[in-house]
């Protein structure tokens, strides 16, 4: 997952609609960055297998928190 000038690793599997992400290495990351799972410069959705990619693009959208931490509409 692309998250500011770097990438972290996926941690776990992705469940329903939530991913997590090991930002241990990565320096100054914060509450609302952008993170990237897949798009420009992501290569590793390219080695997942095929039965994933279905779900995982079907409910693929834009999601983002709102400056005081609320889920925006």
Do not use: E, Y
Not at 28 to 47: C, E, K, W
């Amino acid at each position: 997952m692309a998250i500011r000038d770097g990438t972290a690793p996926l941690v776990g599997k992705i469940a329903m609609d939530t991913v997590m992400a090991d930002i241990s290495q990565l320096n100054g990351v914060r509450r609302g960055d952008r993170a990237l799972l897949f798009g420009p410069g992501v290569d590793s959705f390219r080695g997942w297998a095929c039965p994933l990619l279905v779900p995982v693009l079907l409910s693929a959208r834009r999601r983002w928190l709102n400056r005081d931490g609320s889920k925006a509409a």
